[in-house]
């Protein structure tokens, strides 16, 4: 009975997401320029384009806990989550909703919220 509840809690911690190093990457006004509104955005993406292996890989929760609440959130019909980042100022500042072709970030998830795939392209994912 011991070592079942050993076993078991050794588990249980190795389930816990690990923290998420991006290196030298400017977590903070990445978070901050929400929409890209803001111009910061813009001046990270090629290093953006580097940590691409670094987030592939990362569940749900690393993503708001490193980069923040995504802008804009689709559901496809597969039921697949996929989180939109602005990376430039665009329509979607005046509201998150407009159609824009503003530079973006998406990321694809799958069935068990990990990220699968990271996409970076002029306007949102239309299904």
Avoid: H, W
């Amino acid at each position: 009975m011991r070592k079942i509840l050993i076993i078991s809690l050794l588990a249980l911690a190795s389930c816990r997401d690990k923290k998420v190093d991006f290196g030298k990457f400017d977590l903070q006004s990445f978070k901050t320029d929400r929409g890209g509104c803001e111009g910061k955005r813009v001046k990270l993406i090629e290093d953006l384009k580097a940590i691409k292996p670094k987030i592939l890989g990362l569940s749900e929760n690393q993503i708001y806990e490193t980069l923040g609440r995504y802008d804009f959130q689709i559901l496809s019909r597969r039921n697949e989550k996929v989180f939109v980042f602005f990376l430039e100022k665009g329509p979607q500042c005046e509201s998150i909703q407009n159609a824009t072709q503003a530079r973006s970030m998406i990321l694809y998830f799958n069935a068990s919220s990990l990220v699968k795939e990271v996409s970076f392209q002029f306007g949102s994912p239309v299904d």
